[in-house]
């Protein structure tokens, strides 16, 4: 049973209100899902803005067939692909290559404290650059599980790739994240 | 007896905590009992998964909703009119036309030719168009040159930045 069915229900009939109250609910997780996608791009609020407006552009053809989180979230998915590959267009028009090496891990110098801003600060940054660094096939599984924390079959309907396919995405995203996150460890 | 291979998809699982199915968490324990390798990739996988939950939530600005208001109602606001991007998108079809324009009426050229014969037919001149063919250029000369008409007209290709 989807949790926000009466909300959906209510946009898809035209209520603004009962949009915005879904904008509430997920707007942080699609700022979130967006910016670790995008190496914590500062772009992050635009890809989410664009997401809700489609989606509330989409949402009378919305069947239910899956939660409207899913939904949501392949949305979101669209929109950051759109993203990359204007971004990329961009870099070929302007010549400047993409980056052969990852990006520079430049991991504090100790674990960051969860407990403070700027401690949450340098975290997510940290996280979100060694997502940047592992295939995008393989983030896109891990972070939709970890970071989302969507389950496996929600993750195979919206990947549309068989359950297998997305337990080894995962297992394969986090192996290659382990050395990667090994300096925030310290005070774990 | 489950190979590694077959073990790994089921240690992603079980990492997280979500539920295997009864015999193939049966599976998956009688393996891990003889391989010291998948039950430190088992404490790996844990270690990460649990890191990245612990991922800080992202703040939000607060004119996030009212941004999005506004464009959902089709209303453009304060924060749109300021945005560069959107009045670039919308201008470039005009600057577009000006600059063919002011090509045009610059070159005199009689007949109306592609922009390559109109581009070769200006080779060796300090046209923007010329220099979009010259793979030496830099994109800064040809928006330079674009804009004030001038760019690096007075030096020779060795002075393109």
Known sequence: ??????????????????????VRKYQAPIVGLARSLTAGSADAEDIAQEVFVRAWRSLSGFRGDSAFRTWLHR????????????????????QAPAPDQPPELDAPEAAPD????????????????????????????????????????????????PLGTVESRIFRGRQRLRPLLEPLRGGR | MLSCTDAAPLIAVRAD????????????????????????????????????????????SPQFAARLAERLDGRPGVLDLADWRVWTVRLAPVAAVLLLAASLLAGGAPAPLSLEEWAVSNAGSSSAASLLWDSEVTTDVVLETMVTGAGEASGGPGDVR
Do not use: T, W
């Not at chain 1, 959906?8 to 209520?15: E, N, R, S, T, W």
């Not at chain 1, 929109?79 to 204007?86: A, D």
């Not at chain 2, 295997?20 to 990460?48: I, K, T």
């Open chain 1, 1 to 22: 049973m989807d949790a926000d069915r009466a909300l959906v229900q209510a946009a898809a009939a035209g209520d603004r209100e009962a949009f915005d109250e879904l």
């Open chain 1, 75 to 94: 949305i979101a998915l669209n929109v950051v692909h759109s993203h990359h590959s204007r971004a990329s267009r961009l870099r070929r028009f302007f």
């Open chain 2, 17 to 60: 905590g979500s539920l295997l199915d009864e015999a193939a968490g049966a599976r998956l324990d009688e393996h891990l009992a003889g391989c010291d390798g998948c039950r430190r990739a088992l404490s790996d996988q844990q270690s990460v998964a649990a890191m990245l939950r612990a991922r800080p939530l992202d703040p939000v």
């Open chain 1, 114 to 161: 969860p407990s403070d801003l700027e401690g949450n600060i340098l975290l997510r940054d940290a996280i979100d650059k060694a997502l940047a660094a592992i295939p995008q096939e393989l983030r896109v599984a891990v972070v939709l599980r970890d970071v989302q924390g969507l389950d496996y079959r929600e993750i195979a309907d919206l990947l549309r790739v």
